[in-house]
């Protein structure tokens, strides 16, 4: 079971808009409504940004989209802020019913 | 507070046993599954496995069957993941998380982290 492909890092200056892709396969990313996104600070456990492709969590801000298209799924974060530079993980269901998450992807606020 | 809590960093040496824990308050373990990540030292997350303490309905990754074994205690609202044998790359930070769900799992609450450390 590979990971999904991330790049391994994405920079944006604040106020800008930054998009991360997360590739996988027709077995998870393209064949199930089931990506979820993760922020992690350094030294911090993971928060949930993004569930069932494009849902918020209650709390999480607006600037944090998801979207899908075949295998490929989205993050998009607009209006970017210094607090937003950590490290991003994308996470789909399987058609072996286990989950995958991507390689992950450092963001950079410059 | 809703919260897991996990067992504290654990050192130990290659070959030997261990079983971590993951203690939920509240409601947290009721109707919930609870899963294992693993993430090596400066590396990205890895999916382990699942459990549903109701009936211990239980999922691994490939990456790790067969070298961990996922089990809970429902009762004491504790998940455990455990290691019979364990080898130097094994050292990693471990997270238990909480889903509401089995297919289309979010991870909405995540434990602090137990470090584990196997060196001989």
Known sequence: QSALTQPASVSGSPGQSITISCTGTSSDVGGYNYVSWYQQHPGKAPKLIIYDVSDRPSGVSNRFSGSKSGNTASLTISGLQAEDEADYYCNSYTSSSTEVFGGGTKLTVL | ?120
């Open chain 2, 1 to 120: 507070e809703v919260q897991l809590v996990q067992s504290g960093a654990e050192v130990t040496q290659p070959g030997e046993s261990l079983k971590i824990s993951c203690q939920g308050s509240g409601n947290t373990f009721t109707n919930y599954w609870i899963g294992w990540v693993r993430q090596m030292p400066e590396k990205g997350l890895e999916w382990m496995g699942i459990i549903y303490p109701g009936d211990s309905d239980t999922r691994y990754s490939p990456s790790f069957q067969g070298h961990v074994t996922i089990s809970a205690d429902k009762s004491i609202r504790t998940a455990y993941l455990q290691w019979n044998s364990l080898r130097a790359s094994d050292t990693a930070m471990y997270y238990c998380t909480r889903s509401p769900g089995r297919v289309g799992a979010r991870y909405e609450l995540w434990g602090q982290g137990t470090l584990v450390t196997v060196s001989s």
